[in-house]
């Protein structure tokens, strides 16, 4: 069936980075976007940024642009986020979603959380 | 950026009974191909977002039909005809019109039974 599987929890000192995959399945990888979402506790959802498996071009939420990365590796058909600089108000739950050009994104990942501790 | 922007934040409602949740953009949504660049996510409780409407109006594949979308331009709304218990959740709006793509999420309004 199609899913999305994300890694595991991360626990991560101020001033790190982390890097967290998301393992596509079911589906043909190239051929949707792939977003990241993230929810801090109790918080609402922000979008951070999309990248197209097809050619890997990226587009980045300006609050994230200097610290965030979104990568692919079509061979395993997995996506990974890698953000930096990580401060406490990074400490959220961050999901991958797959989109079908302007239809919604209707595949989740079951979200990585990340703490971040000083 | 575009601002989205949902009322009410809380809305408790009483099962079998409708509920209307409303969207509004800073921007214009609509397209020139003619389509409104919004969707509808519940997040129920403990889980992952999970897509309700897309392109303002299209129901994604599973969801009931007592749930639908309306709304062009500015001004959105999702409406659930007759509430059940699994409704339960926070109901997010989100656009994704702006060029170069950037993605944004309404605050998110809370359905609760009552």
């Known amino acids: 069936q199609v899913q999305l599987v994300q890694s595991g929890a991360e626990v991560k000192k101020s001033g790190a980075s982390v890097k967290v995959s998301c393992k596509a399945s079911?589906?043909?990888?190239?051929?949707?976007?792939m977003h990241w979402v993230r929810q801090a506790p109790g918080q609402g959802l922000e979008w951070m940024g999309k990248i197209n498996p097809n050619g890997g071009s990226t587009n980045y939420a300006p609050e994230f642009q200097d610290r965030v990365t979104v990568t692919r590796d079509t061979s395993t058909s997995r996506v990974y986020m890698e953000l930096s600089s990580l401060r406490s108000e990074d400490t959220a739950v961050y999901y991958c979603?797959?989109?079908?050009?302007?239809?919604?994104?209707?595949?989740w990942g079951q979200g990585t959380m990340v703490t971040v501790s000083s | 950026d575009i601002v989205m922007t949902q009322s009410p934040l809380s809305l408790p409602v009483t099962p079998g009974e409708p509920a209307s949740i409303s969207c509004r953009s800073s921007q214009s949504l609509l397209h020139s191909n003619g389509n409104n660049y919004l969707d509808w996510y519940l997040q129920k409780p403990g889980q992952s977002p999970q897509l309700l409407i897309y392109?303002?109006?299209s129901r994604a594949s599973g969801v009931p039909d007592r749930f639908s979308g309306s709304g062009t331009g500015t001004d959105f709304t999702l409406k659930i005809s007759r509430v059940e218990a699994e409704d339960v959740g926070v109901y997010y709006c989100m656009q994704g019109l702006q060029t170069p793509p950037v993605y944004t999420f309404g605050q998110g309004t809370k359905l609760e039974i009552k």
């Open positions: 979603a797959r989109e079908l050009a302007v239809t919604g994104l209707d595949i």
């Open positions: 079911g589906y043909t990888f190239t051929s949707y976007y």
């Open positions: 392109l303002g109006f």
